[in-house]
């Protein structure tokens, strides 16, 4: 688009939140906003609250393909394009742990964040295909729940998963159509579905503590980035979040988890404990190879097995691979069972019979004889030997 002709933009999930937020700052930077959602009183409070920009006010149910193709053959017919799709409708859902999660409850979440995405992205991409000029840009809204889960929230979590997934697939497919997708993954904005987070929230060492939070205003900021790119750059993965959120790390336990009575129908919280150490050895024979993992309850420490000297190393040079038999005298290598006979090897050696065929190998033929040495060979001449290298 041309800097004369203001680009459009869908927005799902804009009558409040972090989609409110982004449609205000979009429609005062001057671009066409169509405003999605099921609610067409608070979508129209969101127009209001920008107080210039062209808005297009559509209430729409994005688990609807029927509601999905309304919404933007409406906004083709006021406008005539798509540029910008973002597809920020979203729930988290009922929290529940896994073994009692209801259905009902998973289905509402994953038509809502997933299928709801999907409708939108496949509408979009369709439009923006076959426009002149050809392209767009589809922002998908993930989560940090996108890359490690937060406990009881299994169908949140899948279905930020399952958007990672779909902003890769919309990527690789919009290439030959000059259509970009980009996901921004979102941690602790202070929006009503995180307000539980300020008071306290469970961890995933089952303690529960509160959160820091950060404004909304830096989301929109990061999005209206995203937008305002060329097509031939692409934001694919951004991760915004308050500083201090238990993200980096999430899952460890340390010591600030602190006893506290279980919760019902969630396990008790796990008591951190400082892990065992290992007796100091002087034997190099007992160096330690890896200690347990901070935050193991019972930390072990892992040895190598003891390693013969050089001069033991000698002697079994000697006795095995350079005993009369030849070869591998005693040792069955070829056999499943037990490789080693060393007491009954040490009696036939003793006894004079290393010839016994069942324990002598292949006889390798003696070979050559080796020169004889010149003296002072392969040893460093002293200063002034007058020897010149």
Known sequence: MTAAVPPVAVITGAGSGIGGDIAVAMLTAGHRVALAG?????????????GSGEALVAATDVRSAGSVEALFAAVVARWGRVDVLINNAGTFGTGAPLDSMPLEQWNAVIDTNLTGSFLCAQAAFRQMKGQDPQGGRI?????????????????????????????????????????????????????????AFGTGVPQADGSIRAEPLMDTGHVTEAVLLMAALPLDANVEFMTIMATNMPYIGRGLTGP??????????????????????????????????????????????????????????????RNVVLSPSGGSA????????????????????????????????????????????????????????????
């Not at 989560?143 to 169908?155: D, L, N, Q, T």
């Not at 399952?162 to 202070?190: F, M, V």
């Not at 050696?349 to 324990?359: Q, R």
């Open 256 to 317: 600030q988890a602190r006893e506290r009575d279980p919760i019902a129908g969630r396990p008790a919280p796990y008591t951190w404990r400082r892990p065992l150490r290992a007796p100091a050895r002087s034997s190099r024979l007992h160096r330690p190879v890896m200690a347990a993992p901070a935050g193991h309850t019972r930390g072990t420490t892992l040895t190598r097995p003891p390693r013969p000297t050089r001069g033991e190393r000698s002697r079994i040079y």
């Open 38 to 50: 099921r609610n067409e009183a608070t979508l129209q409070a969101t127009a209001g609250r920008a």
């Open 139 to 195: 922002i998908n809204n993930g989560s940090v729940s996108a890359h490690v889960p937060r406990p009881f929230a299994v169908a949140y979590t899948a279905s930020k998963h399952a958007i990672t997934g779909l902003t890769k697939a919309i990527s690789l497919e919009g290439r030959p159509y000059q259509i970009a997708c980009g996901q921004i993954d979102i941690g602790n904005a202070a929006t009503e579905m995180t307000g």
């Open 330 to 389: 005693g040792f069955d290598l070829g056999a499943a069972g037990p490789r080693p006979h060393r007491a009954r090897l040490a009696g036939h050696l003793a006894a004079g019979c290393p010839d016994d065929p069942a324990l002598a190998g292949p006889v390798r033929p003696p070979g050559p004889p080796l020169p004889p040495r010149r003296p002072g060979a392969g040893r460093p001449s002293a200063p002034g030997s007058g020897s010149a290298r």
